[in-house]
């Protein structure tokens, strides 16, 4: 029977951290906008970001307009750094991510993507050297729907032809998606090898699911199961 292991990609499988920040904060700095007067427009948007009905374009466009700075240039450059940070993050893998996946490949496990992302993510996504090693991908920018919903989960266990008690999840813990995959009877395990305490990440150590420390320590933990 098939089995499977389906992935969360941020903080799981690449990582902000190595990279340049180029979050908000830094956004409203090169637009000349008060931080505090970005986010709270920006932060706004992230839902409709995150399901497709908006894109980071039209977002910041009109974040500056309503500054009165809008200028294609300013709009073309942020969009820029917004799109290379984003990129980067694939030039700092941890450097068991394309081993461990290449492996649950060679053991005959179907590999999904769950992914809660903007437009600007899923491209960089689907031109990204993981994208090829993936048998489903569901982002949720192109989905229209995000974790911890559990319609994205179920859409692509359909698309891999695989219950959930031969899938096994593995995330770092953000949206509540190691709850859900849980709930709808996956294995569920916390991918841990790029949290680092003290930092500004979103995602704690979860002591109630099992931590794995390492991307490879990965193969032995679904012989396990």
Partial sequence: MKRAVIFDMYETLITHYHSP????????????????????????????????????????????????????????????????????????LHSEIIPMLSALKNKGFLLGLISNCFSEEAAVIRRSELFPYFDAVYLSYEQGIQKPEEEIFQRCMDHLSVEAERCIYIGDGGSNELETARKL????????????????????????????????????FVDIG
């Fill in 21 to 92: 920040l180029y979050f908000g904060a830094e956004m409203a700095e090169d637009a000349g906008i008060p931080t505090d007067i970005f986010q709270s427009r920006w932060r706004s948007t992230e839902s409709e970001r995150s399901i497709g009905k908006v894109t980071l374009e039209a977002v910041l466009e009109s974040i500056l307009r309503e500054n009165d700075c809008y200028s294609e240039i300013l709009l073309k450059k942020i969009v820029k750094k917004r799109i290379a940070t984003k990129e980067d993050c694939f030039n700092h």
């Fill in 185 to 220: 009877g996956m294995k569920a395990a916390q991918a841990v090898w790029y949290l680092k305490e003290g930092t500004s990440q979103p995602a704690k150590r979860m002591h109630d699911f099992y931590q794995i420390e390492k991307p490879l320590d990965l193969l032995n």
